[in-house]
């Protein structure tokens, strides 16, 4: 026996068809919606002046620390051999491998 499931995407919003689904989180509480293209439009409008100004908190994966470590140690920056690094420094070391070059932690 044949079987064909389809899963529709449904606007949060108006109730129409959705064509994503946008994740976001506010403090410690994570939300999901799915939207279509005008009302994802719209919340990213909504949120832009906020992105604009906020930093990004994403933090290192366990697997770019030691290179992370390494590249604070060539530029003099002081790290923890171990546990959690300094957002600044994670993210100074990213804008430095944006750039392609070595830089600074501000």
Known sequence: MARQVQ???????????ATESISFSVG??????DLNDENAEKFRAALAP????AR?????????APAIRAWAKE???K?????RLNADVVEAYQA?????GRSRAR
């Open 79 to 83: 790290v923890n051999a171990r546990g």
């Open 56 to 64: 990004n908190s994403k933090q290192a994966s366990t697997s770019e």
């Open 96 to 100: 430095a491998q944006r750039k392609g």
């Open 28 to 33: 410690t509480d994570h939300y999901e919606m």
């Open 75 to 77: 530029n003099n920056i």
């Open 7 to 17: 899963i529709a995407l449904i606007d949060d919003i108006d109730g129409g068809e």
């Open 50 to 53: 906020f992105i604009e100004v």
